[in-house]
T-cell receptor, first 114, second 113 residues
Framework: GAGVSQSPSNKVTEKGKDVELRCDPI?????LYWYRQSLGQGLEFLIY????????KSGLPSDRFSAERTGGSVSTLTIQRTQQEDSAVYLC????????????FGEGSRLTVL | QKEVEQDPGPLSVPEGAIVSLNCTYS??????FMWYRQYSRKGPELLMY????GNKEDGRFTAQVDKSSKYISLFIRDSQPSDSATYLC?????????????FGQGTRLTINP
Protein backbone atom coordinates (compact mmCIF):
# COMPACT_ATOMS: atom_id res chain seq x y z
CA GLY A 1 0.00 0.00 0.00
CA ALA A 2 0.95 3.65 -0.19
CA GLY A 3 0.90 4.39 3.53
CA VAL A 4 2.57 3.12 6.70
CA SER A 5 1.17 -0.26 7.61
CA GLN A 6 1.07 -1.64 11.14
CA SER A 7 0.07 -5.04 12.45
CA PRO A 8 -1.70 -6.27 14.38
CA SER A 9 -4.23 -3.46 14.61
CA ASN A 10 -5.44 -4.85 17.91
CA LYS A 11 -3.73 -7.18 20.36
CA VAL A 12 -5.06 -8.47 23.67
CA THR A 13 -2.58 -10.39 25.77
CA GLU A 14 -2.14 -11.63 29.29
CA LYS A 15 0.27 -10.07 31.72
CA GLY A 16 3.69 -11.67 31.44
CA LYS A 17 3.42 -12.65 27.78
CA ASP A 18 5.68 -11.30 25.04
CA VAL A 19 4.26 -9.34 22.10
CA GLU A 20 5.64 -8.28 18.73
CA LEU A 21 4.36 -5.27 16.83
CA ARG A 22 5.25 -4.79 13.19
CA CYS A 23 5.66 -1.68 11.07
CA ASP A 24 5.97 -1.48 7.30
CA PRO A 25 7.07 2.06 6.38
CA ILE A 26 6.45 3.88 3.13
CA UNK A 27 8.83 2.57 0.52
CA UNK A 28 12.00 4.66 0.34
CA UNK A 29 11.56 6.34 3.70
CA UNK A 30 14.86 6.14 5.55
CA UNK A 31 13.74 7.31 8.98
CA LEU A 32 11.35 5.26 11.09
CA TYR A 33 9.90 6.19 14.47
CA TRP A 34 7.97 4.42 17.22
CA TYR A 35 5.72 6.37 19.56
CA ARG A 36 3.35 5.28 22.30
CA GLN A 37 0.02 6.97 23.00
CA SER A 38 -1.82 6.20 26.19
CA LEU A 39 -5.48 7.05 26.69
CA GLY A 40 -5.91 10.82 26.66
CA GLN A 41 -2.17 11.38 26.45
CA GLY A 42 0.12 12.80 23.84
CA LEU A 43 2.69 10.88 21.89
CA GLU A 44 5.58 9.47 23.89
CA PHE A 45 8.75 8.96 21.85
CA LEU A 46 10.18 5.45 22.09
CA ILE A 47 12.88 4.99 19.45
CA TYR A 48 13.86 6.01 15.96
CA UNK A 49 15.87 4.36 13.20
CA UNK A 50 17.95 5.95 10.48
CA UNK A 51 18.38 3.10 8.06
CA UNK A 52 18.90 0.00 10.20
CA UNK A 53 20.61 1.74 13.09
CA UNK A 54 18.94 3.27 16.11
CA UNK A 55 20.97 6.30 17.21
CA UNK A 56 18.40 7.26 19.84
CA LYS A 57 17.01 4.60 22.15
CA SER A 58 16.48 7.01 25.02
CA GLY A 59 12.71 6.72 24.99
CA LEU A 60 12.42 2.99 25.59
CA PRO A 61 10.66 2.72 28.98
CA SER A 62 12.56 -0.31 30.24
CA ASP A 63 14.78 -3.17 29.13
CA ARG A 64 11.63 -5.18 28.41
CA PHE A 65 11.27 -3.07 25.27
CA SER A 66 13.41 -3.63 22.20
CA ALA A 67 13.17 -2.81 18.52
CA GLU A 68 14.93 -3.72 15.36
CA ARG A 69 14.79 -2.79 11.71
CA THR A 70 16.02 -4.94 8.90
CA GLY A 71 16.82 -4.12 5.29
CA GLY A 72 16.10 -0.47 5.94
CA SER A 73 12.44 -1.32 5.81
CA VAL A 74 10.28 -3.35 8.20
CA SER A 75 10.63 -2.73 11.92
CA THR A 76 9.52 -4.83 14.88
CA LEU A 77 8.88 -3.54 18.39
CA THR A 78 9.03 -6.29 20.99
CA ILE A 79 7.71 -6.05 24.52
CA GLN A 80 8.73 -8.88 26.83
CA ARG A 81 6.87 -9.91 29.98
CA THR A 82 4.10 -7.40 29.32
CA GLN A 83 2.63 -5.39 32.19
CA GLN A 84 -0.75 -3.69 32.44
CA GLU A 85 0.90 -0.28 32.18
CA ASP A 86 2.11 -1.26 28.71
CA SER A 87 -1.48 -0.98 27.46
CA ALA A 88 -1.51 1.78 24.86
CA VAL A 89 -1.61 2.48 21.14
CA TYR A 90 1.79 1.99 19.57
CA LEU A 91 2.26 4.25 16.57
CA CYS A 92 4.86 3.89 13.87
CA UNK A 93 5.84 6.70 11.53
CA UNK A 94 8.26 7.05 8.66
CA UNK A 95 9.91 10.02 7.03
CA UNK A 96 11.46 10.54 3.62
CA UNK A 97 13.51 13.52 4.67
CA UNK A 98 14.99 13.10 8.15
CA UNK A 99 15.61 16.82 8.49
CA UNK A 100 12.15 18.27 8.04
CA UNK A 101 10.29 16.36 10.70
CA UNK A 102 7.32 15.55 8.47
CA UNK A 103 6.23 12.15 9.69
CA UNK A 104 3.71 9.84 8.08
CA PHE A 105 1.95 7.75 10.70
CA GLY A 106 0.31 4.37 10.55
CA GLU A 107 -3.00 3.75 12.27
CA GLY A 108 -1.33 2.14 15.24
CA SER A 109 -1.40 -1.15 17.10
CA ARG A 110 -3.74 -1.07 20.09
CA LEU A 111 -2.29 -3.23 22.86
CA THR A 112 -4.35 -4.32 25.85
CA VAL A 113 -2.64 -6.23 28.63
CA LEU A 114 -5.05 -8.03 30.95
CA GLN B 1 8.41 20.69 33.48
CA LYS B 2 7.51 19.13 30.16
CA GLU B 3 9.38 20.38 27.10
CA VAL B 4 6.07 21.07 25.35
CA GLU B 5 2.89 22.08 27.17
CA GLN B 6 -0.54 21.93 25.57
CA ASP B 7 -3.93 22.38 27.15
CA PRO B 8 -5.69 19.02 26.68
CA GLY B 9 -9.14 20.57 26.63
CA PRO B 10 -11.62 19.26 25.69
CA LEU B 11 -12.74 22.25 23.68
CA SER B 12 -16.25 22.47 22.24
CA VAL B 13 -17.38 25.30 19.96
CA PRO B 14 -20.28 25.95 17.56
CA GLU B 15 -19.87 25.58 13.83
CA GLY B 16 -18.45 28.70 12.21
CA ALA B 17 -16.53 29.82 15.29
CA ILE B 18 -12.87 30.78 15.26
CA VAL B 19 -10.79 28.28 17.19
CA SER B 20 -7.47 29.04 18.84
CA LEU B 21 -5.17 26.23 19.96
CA ASN B 22 -1.91 26.92 21.77
CA CYS B 23 1.33 25.37 22.94
CA THR B 24 4.28 26.63 24.92
CA TYR B 25 7.74 25.15 24.96
CA SER B 26 10.90 25.46 26.99
CA UNK B 27 13.68 24.26 24.68
CA UNK B 28 15.03 27.09 22.55
CA UNK B 29 16.80 24.53 20.34
CA UNK B 30 13.54 23.56 18.65
CA UNK B 31 13.81 24.42 14.96
CA UNK B 32 10.61 23.26 13.30
CA PHE B 33 7.06 23.67 14.52
CA MET B 34 4.15 21.57 13.39
CA TRP B 35 0.52 20.87 14.00
CA TYR B 36 -0.82 17.38 13.53
CA ARG B 37 -4.48 16.42 13.40
CA GLN B 38 -5.63 13.05 14.69
CA TYR B 39 -9.07 11.64 14.07
CA SER B 40 -10.42 8.99 16.40
CA ARG B 41 -8.62 5.65 16.05
CA LYS B 42 -6.37 7.00 13.31
CA GLY B 43 -2.74 8.03 13.21
CA PRO B 44 -1.83 11.72 13.32
CA GLU B 45 -1.47 13.54 10.02
CA LEU B 46 0.54 16.66 9.35
CA LEU B 47 -1.61 19.76 9.08
CA MET B 48 0.74 22.73 9.21
CA TYR B 49 4.50 23.12 9.25
CA UNK B 50 6.74 26.14 9.80
CA UNK B 51 10.26 26.91 10.91
CA UNK B 52 10.28 30.64 11.48
CA UNK B 53 8.53 33.16 13.66
CA GLY B 54 5.45 34.71 12.13
CA ASN B 55 2.28 33.48 10.50
CA LYS B 56 1.66 30.83 7.88
CA GLU B 57 -1.74 30.49 6.29
CA ASP B 58 -3.30 27.53 4.50
CA GLY B 59 -6.96 27.90 3.69
CA ARG B 60 -8.92 28.17 6.92
CA PHE B 61 -5.85 27.36 9.02
CA THR B 62 -3.21 29.77 10.28
CA ALA B 63 -0.14 28.70 12.22
CA GLN B 64 1.62 31.29 14.32
CA VAL B 65 5.04 31.00 15.93
CA ASP B 66 6.58 33.40 18.44
CA LYS B 67 10.06 32.17 19.23
CA SER B 68 10.81 35.00 21.63
CA SER B 69 7.90 33.92 23.82
CA LYS B 70 8.29 30.21 23.03
CA TYR B 71 4.66 30.06 22.03
CA ILE B 72 2.87 28.62 19.01
CA SER B 73 -0.77 28.79 17.97
CA LEU B 74 -3.12 27.28 15.44
CA PHE B 75 -6.18 29.25 14.36
CA ILE B 76 -9.10 27.65 12.55
CA ARG B 77 -11.53 30.03 10.84
CA ASP B 78 -15.10 29.13 9.92
CA SER B 79 -14.78 25.87 11.83
CA GLN B 80 -16.63 22.84 10.46
CA PRO B 81 -17.87 19.65 12.14
CA SER B 82 -15.27 17.80 10.07
CA ASP B 83 -12.58 19.70 12.00
CA SER B 84 -13.55 17.75 15.12
CA ALA B 85 -10.39 15.88 16.07
CA THR B 86 -7.44 15.97 18.44
CA TYR B 87 -4.84 18.57 17.50
CA LEU B 88 -1.25 17.94 18.55
CA CYS B 89 1.51 20.48 18.39
CA UNK B 90 4.96 19.10 17.67
CA UNK B 91 8.42 20.57 17.72
CA UNK B 92 11.61 19.18 16.40
CA UNK B 93 15.30 19.52 16.73
CA UNK B 94 18.20 17.85 14.99
CA UNK B 95 19.51 14.87 16.92
CA UNK B 96 21.89 12.21 15.67
CA UNK B 97 21.31 13.10 12.03
CA UNK B 98 17.55 13.30 12.03
CA UNK B 99 14.70 15.30 13.43
CA UNK B 100 13.49 14.28 16.86
CA UNK B 101 9.89 15.31 17.38
CA UNK B 102 8.43 16.17 20.75
CA PHE B 103 4.64 16.29 20.87
CA GLY B 104 2.25 18.16 23.09
CA GLN B 105 -0.48 16.30 24.92
CA GLY B 106 -3.06 17.14 22.26
CA THR B 107 -6.24 19.22 22.45
CA ARG B 108 -9.49 17.42 21.77
CA LEU B 109 -11.73 19.70 19.69
CA THR B 110 -15.42 19.26 18.93
CA ILE B 111 -17.27 21.49 16.46
CA ASN B 112 -21.00 21.36 17.08
CA PRO B 113 -23.35 21.74 14.06
Amino acid sequence: GAGVSQSPSNKVTEKGKDVELRCDPISGHTALYWYRQSLGQGLEFLIYFQGNSAPDKSGLPSDRFSAERTGGSVSTLTIQRTQQEDSAVYLCASSLDPFTGELFFGEGSRLTVL
Amino acid sequence: QKEVEQDPGPLSVPEGAIVSLNCTYSNSAFQYFMWYRQYSRKGPELLMYTYSSGNKEDGRFTAQVDKSSKYISLFIRDSQPSDSATYLCAMSLTFQGAQKLVFGQGTRLTINP
